[in-house]
């Protein structure tokens, strides 16, 4: 069983920069997949970003790649995800996931979720 809890969201105007931070528990980060994904009012839930364990491998939606990273802290197990030049077209509720599997793009494939939290972009 895994736990998460996300951190960092807020409420900023259009240009301006928020790191989101999600700790877990039950399981250390380099031993499942993990990804960000984001909901917007009325809108289906979207892939952000992801990392799979093991590898480190990690993929950006091509959306956001030019503005979004993600990392981790394996002595922390806090996986981030940091936010640049914000839009309000980022305003949504995001979640962090884990996979017991490597972690993809897709969140049927994401067995574990935190509650999210909130970020709201004013123009």
């Known amino acids: 069983q895994v736990q998460l809890v996300e951190s960092g969201g807020g409420l900023v105007q259009a240009g301006d920069s928020l790191k989101l931070s999600c700790v877990a528990s039950?399981?250390?980060?380099?031993?499942?997949?993990m990804g960000w994904f984001r909901q917007a009012p009325g809108k289906e839930r979207e892939f952000v970003a992801m990392m799979r364990r093991i590898t480190d491998f990690r993929y950006v939606s091509d959306s956001v790649k030019d503005r979004f990273s993600i990392s981790r802290d394996n002595a922390k197990n806090t996986l981030f995800l940091q936010m640049n030049s914000l839009k309000p077209g980022d305003t949504a509720l995001y979640y962090c996931a884990a996979s017991n599997g490597l972690g993809s793009t897709k969140s049927s494939d994401y067995d574990y979720w935190g509650q999210g939290t909130q970020v709201t972009v004013s123009s």
């Open positions: 039950g399981r250390t980060l380099d031993t499942i997949g």
